[in-house]
């Protein structure tokens, strides 16, 4: 038996585009959902296809094999064209993703058919709308080697597993000391945190410039200077265009051992006159400003934006709140004034002092934590800025030196 029933001549072009605006028409039933955009994002760690819609889609997924292959029927929706045309949206670099395929398989069922490169874990989950965001349903595909997969000198697969089935907390014991003095004994560890990713593109500006492009290259540019230090090591809790849960980051660090963790933004406010640069360290007792308040819940949406499932969402509701000690936002602190004045070198500050906040991403009880705000990128003029590779690597160059600063005071690391 055939997937699909045959729709006739289609087109196989695999192109750059990921994503795919569509019109699904309501036939022989009342208030069907339809569907407005598809999209896939294509990654190292994970490939994943998401259908927004008006209202919730009800589906049923199973998996085929010889050729191996996902399949998901959604109920009340009826094809039209745009949507046979999804398959233009598989890209040749899709690790996970070979082609696609949709139909209409009965009367009240459109067929959804992913042809896979390797053998996968599916996790098909939906979304309530958010942040202008419809209604989502979001199909994860994971390498089905799982933890013992190839990427074995990056732990983030393993602990997407985990989270996705809710054992993250759990794995995530206290951390056992490393031996000898960081710096000097061992190398100094610094997890670099490039905000949002994916389908959560973090801030827009005018000109369409986003959050999670610019962060990335910036932090690319910081990880290069970092990499030319013989006592220092970097990693990143991300490097391609992907989304990486909140929880997920922190818990990289920590299995990472990171002595220091620094997460790069360039977000909006709906005063384009806003400008500067800002550095946040967090607050487990409100946040000590207005905007500081306002940056940390945008912020903090980004699991909802780009969207977690139940089993992740378990876990997140276990909060760190409670575990931060006192004495690891005072090194925070203390961290984040170093690199608050060397950016201040290079572009005007929103604020001469540590704001703090709730961020969900600064909640590792046991690391040294900032929040580095390069600009406002719903400013025009730092927009303009923030795609310059100049001011980029000007602010990659500030922080490094912000880091070494803080490094040379003497100051605390992580405890190994």
């Known amino acids: 038996m055939s997937d699909l029933p045959s729709p006739g001549r289609r087109r196989w072009l695999k192109n750059t585009g990921a994503v795919l605006l569509l019109s699904v028409s309501k036939v022989g039933f009342a208030a069907a959902s339809h569907v407005v955009a598809i999209r896939i994002w294509p990654s190292s760690t994970y490939s994943r296809v998401t259908l927004e819609s008006s209202g919730p889609l009800q589906y049923k997924q199973f998996v085929l094999s010889n050729p191996d292959r996902v399949v998901v029927d959604i109920t009340h929706l009826h094809l039209n064209h745009v949507l046979t045309r999804a398959p233009d949206l598989v890209r040749n670099d899709d690790p996970y993703i070979k082609n696609a395929r949709v139909g209409?398989?009965?009367?009240?069922?459109?067929?959804?058919?992913?042809?896979?490169?390797?053998?996968?874990?599916?996790?098909?989950?939906?979304?309530?709308?958010?942040?202008?965001?419809?209604?989502?349903?979001?199909?994860?595909?994971?390498?089905?080697?799982?933890?013992?997969?190839?990427?074995?000198?990056?732990?983030?697969?393993?602990?997407?597993?985990?989270?996705?089935?809710?054992?993250?907390?759990?794995?995530?014991?206290?951390?056992?000391?490393?031996?000898?003095?960081?710096?000097?004994?061992?190398?100094?560890?610094?997890?670099?945190?490039?905000?949002?990713?994916?389908?959560?593109?973090?801030?827009?500006?005018?000109?369409?410039?986003?959050?999670?492009?610019?962060?990335?290259?910036?932090?690319?540019?910081?990880?290069?200077?970092?990499?030319?230090?013989?006592?220092?090591?970097?990693?990143?809790?991300?490097?391609?265009?992907?989304?990486?849960?909140?929880?997920?980051?922190?818990?990289?660090?920590?299995?990472?051992?990171?002595?220091?963790?620094?997460?790069?933004?360039?977000?909006?406010?709906?005063?384009?006159?806003?400008?500067?640069?800002?550095?946040?360290?967090?607050?487990?007792?409100?946040?000590?400003?207005?905007?500081?308040?306002?940056?940390?819940?945008?912020?903090?949406?980004?699991?909802?934006?780009?969207?977690?499932?139940?089993?992740?969402?378990?876990?997140?509701?276990?909060?760190?709140?409670?575990?931060?000690?006192?004495?690891?936002?005072?090194?925070?602190l203390k961290f984040g004034k170093e690199v608050l004045s060397r950016v201040g070198k290079v572009n005007h500050l929103h604020k001469k002092t540590v704001d703090q906040a709730g961020f969900a991403v600064l909640k590792a009880p046991d690391i040294p934590s900032i929040l580095v705000e390069t600009a406002f990128i719903s400013n025009l003029e730092e927009e303009r800025k923030l795609r310059t590779s100049h001011f980029q690597q000007q602010i990659a160059a500030a922080i490094f030196a912000g880091i070494k600063d803080y490094i040379a005071s003497g100051a605390p690391l992580a405890p190994g």
Do not use: C, W
């Not at 593109?201 to 540019?221: C, H, M, P």
């Not at 230090?229 to 920590?254: G, H, Q, S």
């Not at 360039?266 to 384009?272: G, I, M, Q, S």
């Open 104 to 332: 209409q398989f009965n009367k009240n069922t459109v067929r959804l058919v992913l042809e896979l490169k390797q053998n996968v874990m599916p996790k098909v989950f939906t979304l309530d709308p958010v942040a202008g965001i419809q209604h989502r349903l979001v199909l994860d595909l994971y390498p089905a080697g799982g933890k013992s997969s190839r990427h074995e000198d990056d732990p983030l697969l393993a602990l997407l597993e985990d989270y996705n089935k809710g054992n993250l907390e759990k794995d995530q014991p206290a951390r056992a000391p490393l031996p000898g003095k960081a710096g000097r004994d061992r190398p100094i560890v610094i997890m670099l945190d490039p905000g949002h990713g994916g389908e959560d593109s973090g801030a827009i500006g005018k000109n369409k410039t986003r959050e999670k492009d610019i962060v990335l290259q910036i932090a690319r540019r910081l990880k290069s200077l970092i990499d030319k230090e013989p006592n220092m090591r970097v990693y990143m809790t991300r490097n391609e265009d992907v989304f990486i849960p909140l929880r997920v980051r922190v818990a990289k660090a920590r299995k990472q051992r990171a002595d220091l963790f620094v997460s790069i933004h360039a977000d909006a406010f709906t005063n384009r006159a806003a400008r500067g640069s800002s550095v946040f360290a967090l607050s487990t007792k409100g946040a000590t400003s207005t905007a500081a308040r306002y940056l940390a819940r945008t912020q903090n949406e980004s699991d909802l934006i780009g969207g977690v499932s139940r089993s992740g969402d378990r876990y997140l509701d276990h909060t760190m709140f409670d575990m931060v000690q006192s004495l690891t936002i005072n090194d925070s």
